[in-house]
Nanobody, 124 residues
Framework: QVQLVESGGGLVQAGGSLKLSCAAS????????MGWFRQVPGKEREFVAV????????HYADSAKGRFTISRDNEKNTVYLQMSSLKPDDTAVYYC?????????????????WGQGTQVTVSS
């Protein structure tokens, strides 16, 4: 059974940092894109960042550029999201996703596998 398990969320003050991890099990994603999305209640899930399997291609949402860094360790089957200079608007449930079968890495519908999410709350 394939599982993606996120960790590292929590409560942080504005300006602080958090590092999210997503560990995959049940199959390897070492040759698959892996990314991060986030969602707040009442809104659609939105793209945050994605990394190709090698890390050679990385894309960020405009809201994440300069503050967030995606990385991965294929030997550990894990993807990370280092978040710095956090703002209250970053408050959301953060999900990792893997394996793109659709056409757009920004489209959550393009991903085949999802984690259960981890809550990030940024206080002002």
């Amino acid at each position: 059974q394939v599982q993606l398990v996120e960790s590292g969320g929590g409560l942080v003050q504005a300006g602080g940092s958090l590092k999210l991890s997503c560990a995959a099990s049940g199959r390897t994603f070492s040759r698959s894109p892996m990314g991060w999305f986030r969602q707040v209640p009442g809104k659609e899930r939105e793209f945050v960042a994605v990394s190709s399997w090698s890390g050679a291609q990385i894309h960020y949402a405009d809201s994440a550029k300069g503050r967030f860094t995606i990385s991965r360790d294929n030997e550990k089957n894990t993807v990370y999201l280092q978040m710095s200079s956090l703002k209250p608007d970053d408050t959301a449930v953060y999900y990792c996703a893997a394996e793109i079968s659709g056409s757009s890495w920004r489209d959550p519908g393009a991903y085949d596998y999802w984690g259960q999410g981890t809550q990030v709350t940024v206080s002002s």
